[in-house]
């Protein structure tokens, strides 16, 4: 890596691990340039570390809004809960993902606030599978996570009626994806590990090019890279399942 | 040139004044919430990757590979 003149990283936390590794591995010190970057001198070279993060493109997003799968799901979910405030997330199907946990917290959430509050509530939960995974062991893994959230969400289901949870196993396409977040009021991402998931950024500027921001609100994992970014998310443990939604 | 940086400093002023007043009225939203519809608003994608080379322009090493691989 070092042999590159510029590096950039996302996050201050993981450019701060790079110069911490590369201060205790290779004994070198980082200095500010003239321009007030951190550089780093290097067999006589200069390498300079930026960090900024990546956003999400608005134009993009703009013409997505205007095909006809993106209408369509938007359509679909705001008709069927018209009147709830609804709990989006989007996460790939693994464990690191924290989908288990988030059912579990949205489960005491129910609990905690009454009959009468919870059926006010709904939480549409889309998960895909990634096909990258080879690895039998794993496979075998992410099959016991499967089952383990489909128990989970029939206990729900049982607990506080049908409505009050969507779980959807499916491939799904960009358009259908950014529908399926136009339509919820809260984002909720719970994941344990994350570098730098742009998920949020599309929830955001799918809000600003809708002009809604009914009861606009997004929960964020401490452990995430995007709660560095963002002020105004509730930022919560993926480890703490009481006080998830509270 | 301080008249060119003037502008310059004016016009950004401008932008992000008018990025912030679409947000300014909003009551349903708090001001933390705001700041961060202004981020999300301001910092695209297609800004970040155009900052990323213009710092690669400023590197010496890979210039002249660009150069080179460019002819």
């Known amino acids: 890596m070092l042999n590159c003149s510029l590096i950039g990283f996302h996050t ?9 590794s590369c201060k205790k591995l290779l004994l070198i010190n980082y200095e500010s340039n003239i321009n007030g970057d951190l550089a780093i001198s290097y067999f006589g070279r200069n390498v300079i570390i930026r960090v900024k993060h990546v956003s999400s493109e608005p134009e993009l997003i703009s013409k997505e809004i205007q095909t006809q799968e993106f209408k369509n799901i938007y359509q679909m979910l705001k008709e069927k809960y018209k009147g709830k405030f609804i709990y989006v997330s989007v996460d790939n199907l693994m464990f690191l993902a924290g989908v288990r946990h988030k059912l579990e917290g949205y489960r005491r959430f129910m609990r905690e606030i009454g009959e009468g509050c919870s059926n006010h509530n709904v939480l549409v939960q889309y998960i895909y599978q990634d096909d990258s995974i080879i690895c039998e062991d794993e496979r075998m893994k992410i099959l016991e996570l499967k089952d383990q959230i489909k128990e989970l969400f029939k206990n729900i ?3 506080f009626g049908e409505n009050s949870i969507e779980i959807v196993e499916k491939k799904i396409t960009y358009a259908e994806r950014l529908g399926i977040l136009a339509a919820g009021h809260c984002f909720v991402r719970t994941c344990r590990r994350e570098s730098f998931s742009l998920d949020i950024y599309e929830f955001l500027n799918l809000k600003i090019l809708l002009d809604d921001y009914t009861d606009l609100s997004y929960i964020l994992s401490g452990l995430s890279g995007v709660t560095t970014s963002l002020s105004g998310a509730v930022k919560v443990n993926p480890f703490d399942v009481i ?3 509270i | 040139m301080n008249n060119i940086l003037l502008k310059k400093f004016q016009s950004i002023q401008k932008g992000f004044m008018e990025a912030f007043q679409v947000f300014y009225d ?5 001001t933390s919430q705001k700041k961060d519809l202004l981020h999300v608003r301001k ?3 297609s800004l970040w990757l155009f900052s990323f080379l213009k ?3 400023n590197t010496n090493s890979l210039v002249i590979y660009f150069k080179f691989f460019f002819k």
């Open chain 2, 55 to 57: 710092e690669l322009k």
């Open chain 2, 26 to 30: 909003k009551e349903e939203i708090t």
């Open chain 2, 43 to 45: 910092n695209t994608a």
């Open chain 1, 243 to 245: 006080t998830f939604f």
């Open chain 1, 12 to 20: 201050f936390d993981s450019s701060r691990n790079f110069l911490t």
């Open chain 1, 157 to 159: 289901q049982r607990e």
